[in-house]
């Protein structure tokens, strides 16, 4: 496992996704909400220690929904299946923005504060994407040394991967990586945490994340873009 | 004298202070708790709401206003023991089992609480049984329910079927809300309506009230 324990400063926080993260649009927030939430940010950038992990597998698909990673079979969907079909390789990472931007968040929410809560969950989401981006520039690296391409990241609970079969993934890396565990419903502690897997291989390309090739008419993501 | 027509641009303006401040001078100046709820703060969430829905303030400004209200009738509460006429009607809300989103959730719960309904918040990863204990608990109106993944919203039936097994599904109106969640799967697993925002909540938690 490749492990990286990282600083906030070390990760590119897009002001712009947070801003939609709070349902801006294309819009930005009036001075006053923006003091808010510059001041969450820079308490983010005080006390967050995100880390991001990832291992490299030798896999296959098995049929139109399932995939063997390293002898373990896991139920990906048919979707997801789709976009790995021409994968070499595969790796699966996790990315979190660390048990200490949780606390704080568990505190505010504690606090009664729902509008610091909302401002600190939209930055913390935010957070995790960036350790999910930082995490994937790393394994584009490994990629092309193997003069592979990469896919896009795909991640449980989405495209039809149910987060049960995250216990699955999980036991393809040592115990707790980067401090994530999973409680009883196979959701990830800390909450602003991401896993996913992404193919490697000389014929993968990377397909934008496109509802065309998706026949799940209930996405959000889709319902976003209509 | 306390001006309520401040209190009323507080709420809509989300100030917290200031609307603390003039309900405490209204306390203080004996003015019924029924007026300075029902003729101006509820209106200034009627008009935040109304101006979210025209695409003229955003969601954390309609925090904002959620948050002054919040701070205004914890004042009045106490004044309002043992009086139900200002309860819109009881709510019992959570992210369904397998989802920790709780977010949208939450900001419904302040918009629903904001706008007069007593709400019991059971927070994310909730699962049938808890939710059909807290209704027949609080004896609730409406149940609402969340959830932001495709692979989750699924269990939005079964607490449905559970409420049903438990026979409560004509005691209770069911709404669910999420990014997912759209009319048609409202209607597919048996839910009384769908909001696909914390304004047409309140709205739809008021129209099912009504038709009760």
């Known amino acids: 496992m490749t492990t990286f324990q990282l600083q906030l400063s070390d990760l590119e926080i897009n002001r712009e996704d947070i801003y939609l993260n709070l349902g801006y649009g294309g819009a930005e927030p009036d001075e006053h909400i923006n003091q808010l939430l510059e001041s969450v940010i820079d308490k983010a950038y005080q006390i967050c220690c995100p880390q991001v992990a990832y291992i490299l597998c030798d896999g296959k698909l098995l049929s139109q929904s399932y995939i063997e990673l390293n002898n373990i079979s896991m139920k990906i969907g048919s979707i997801i299946s789709g976009y790995l079909e021409q994968a070499d390789q595969y790796a699966v990472f996790v990315a979190t923005g660390g048990e200490e931007y949780d606390n704080y968040l568990q505190g505010i929410k504690l606090s009664g504060d729902i509008m610091t809560e909302f401002l600190a969950d939209a930055v913390g989401s935010e957070i995790a994407e960036a350790a999910v981006r930082y995490v994937n520039v790393k394994i584009e690296i490994e990629a092309l040394k193997m003069g592979y391409a990469i896919t896009k990241p795909y991640s449980p ?70 | 004298m306390a001006d309520l027509n401040v209190l009323y641009e507080s709420i809509v303006n989300g100030k917290l202070e200031s609307a603390v401040a003039i309900t405490k001078e209204a306390i203080a100046e004996g003015i019924s708790p029924q007026v300075i709820i029902n003729d101006y703060m509820i209106k200034g969430m009627e008009e935040m709401g109304q101006r979210f829905q025209e695409g003229r303030a955003y969601v954390p400004n309609l925090l904002m206003s959620a948050r002054a209200m919040k701070g205004s009738l914890d004042l009045l509460k106490p004044l309002l023991k043992g009086d139900t006429s200002n309860s819109m009607g009881k709510v019992i809300i959570g992210t369904v089992k397998g989802d920790l989103h709780d977010i949208g959730k939450n900001l419904v719960a302040s918009m629903l609480e904001g706008c007069g309904f007593e709400v019991i918040n059971l927070g994310v990863d909730v699962s049938s049984e808890k939710f059909v204990e807290a209704i027949i608990e609080h004896d609730a109106n409406i149940l609402c329910m969340s959830a932001l993944l495709t692979t989750t919203m699924v269990n939005m039936k079964e607490v449905i079927d559970a409420v049903e097994k438990a026979g ?11 990014a997912p969640v759209n009319d048609k799967f409202s209607q597919q697993i048996g839910a009384d309506g769908f909001s696909d925002n914390a304004n047409s909540a309140v709205q739809l938690a008021k129209e099912l009230m009504a038709s009760n």
């Open chain 1, 157 to 226: 609970g989405y495209c039809g991967w149910n987060v049960r079969e995250q216990t699955q993934l999980f036991s393809l890396f040592p115990t707790q990586p980067c401090g994530i565990r999973l409680n009883d419903s196979c959701l990830m502690h800390p909450v602003k945490s991401v896993s996913g897997i992404v193919g490697m291989g000389s014929k993968v390309v990377e397909t934008p994340y496109g509802c065309d090739a998706c026949a799940m008419q209930t996405c959000y993501k889709r319902k976003h873009l209509a």
């Open chain 2, 168 to 178: 409560l599904k004509d005691k209770v109106r069911i709404m669910i809300g999420g």
